[in-house]
């Protein structure tokens, strides 16, 4: 989940931050450490929201089925990516494919 930090409010990140939660009939996530899921799932309950937060390697496992079905995906930069084991995905790699970009 991305916040916006209240020192870099202003009217157009307010509008950004509006359209996102409206759009949001379901928040999803996945981490692949368990106390990461546990925080994001205690975030949601403090601010009165509900999540279907899971555990998995997002590179490897797709818990949510997600590929092509979000509006908005928020995520951070690709840490570890060069521990990834490329040979282990070649098939979901190329157009109409969960990495349509490929891998580096």
């Not at 939660?21 to 368990?34: F, K, P, T, V, Y």
């Not at 092509?68 to 928020?74: A, E, M, N, Q, T």
Request: aromatic fraction near 8%; proline fraction near 6%; charged fraction near 30%.
């Amino acid at each position: 989940m991305h916040w916006i930090a209240p020192s870099e409010k202003n009217a157009d990140n307010a509008a950004l931050e509006k359209r996102l939660w409206d759009a949001a009939d379901q928040l999803r996530a996945n981490s692949e450490e368990r106390a990461t899921g546990d925080l994001c799932r205690m975030n949601l309950a403090v601010h009165g929201l509900e999540g279907d937060i899971k555990q998995a390697i997002s590179y490897y496992d797709d818990p949510h089925d997600a590929t092509g079905r979000f509006d908005f995906v928020l995520a951070n930069p690709p840490f570890n990516v060069n521990a990834v084991d490329k040979e282990r995905l070649k098939d979901q790699v190329g157009p109409n494919r969960r990495f349509p970009f490929g891998l580096k």
